[in-house]
């Protein structure tokens, strides 16, 4: 099953919008069954971007870099150098046409291969991301899940943390969520490279397709 779907891992930092305007097309074709699934992993340049319930502008404090308006679900959120994107477009249609299982089966793959990496990740009743503890002993944040399904095709998917400049995420209230610090696997202490964040999406990337079609959990 994973042979039928393209790994695209992009050499370098591509615009949001130049983006998006590929995942999209790229959605429309798996849709009408012209071409394969889709997992692309790439970084973009500094960006905030606002989903569909972002309409507090209270919630966009500097924006000091472009602000894209985007279909995913969530609110305002950054991305930039430092941080994995992966954009996942598979075809729910084959699997569970289930959301909820789509979002936890997602959430799980991200929690599982930051394990890989010696990152102990967590959801959060309640609150949207993927958490961890920061020096302090606070619950964090480490990466953030935004997506959005059209006629059962993903598009979207999520953005995690590795080495970014973190004062990059206080031109926003991230995710609209004040109450809790943003962080990183560096911020940890944790060096993690894109390549071996890559590798360990690879290497729990067969348990996310299981939990897809089968509601069960990721074992990390």
Same mark, same amino acid.
């Given at each position: ?44 340049? &500094? ?15 500097? &924006? ?6 985007? /279909? ?7 991305? /930039? &150098? ?31 291969? =930051? ?14 991301? $993927? ?17 959005? $399904? ?15 400049? =973190? ?26 490279? $894109? ?11 067969? &348990?996310?397709?299981?939990? =897809? ?8």
């Amino acid at each position: 099953m994973t042979s039928e779907i393209e790994w695209r891992v992009e050499p370098g930092r591509i615009d949001y919008g130049a983006a998006l305007a590929e995942m999209e097309a790229r959605a429309a074709a798996v849709t009408r069954g012209d071409a394969r699934e889709l997992v692309w992993l790439l970084e973009h340049p &500094p960006v905030y971007t606002a989903g569909t319930s972002a309409t507090d502008a209270a919630e966009l404090l500097d &924006p000091r870099f472009p602000v894209h308006k985007t /279909g995913r679900g969530g609110r305002y959120t950054y991305h /930039g &150098p430092g941080q994995r994107i992966g954009y996942v477009v598979l075809d729910l249609r084959e699997r569970r046409r289930d959301v909820r299982c789509y979002v936890h089966a997602l959430e799980g793959w991200v929690i599982a291969a =930051l394990a890989e990496c010696g990152i102990e990740a967590f959801r959060a009743q309640g609150r949207i991301g $993927i958490w961890t503890r920061d020096a302090a002993g606070r619950e964090a944040k480490i990466g953030a899940i935004g997506v959005r $399904i059209r006629q059962w095709v993903t598009l979207h998917g999520f953005a995690v943390n590795l080495s970014p400049d =973190l004062s990059h995420f206080t031109g926003i209230v991230p995710c609209g969520i004040a109450e809790f610090p943003v962080t990183s696997a560096a911020a940890l202490g944790k060096q993690v490279s $894109i390549e071996r964040f890559d590798s360990a999406l690879s290497a729990t990337f067969l &348990p996310f397709l299981t939990a =897809l079609s089968t509601g069960g959990q990721i074992e990390s």
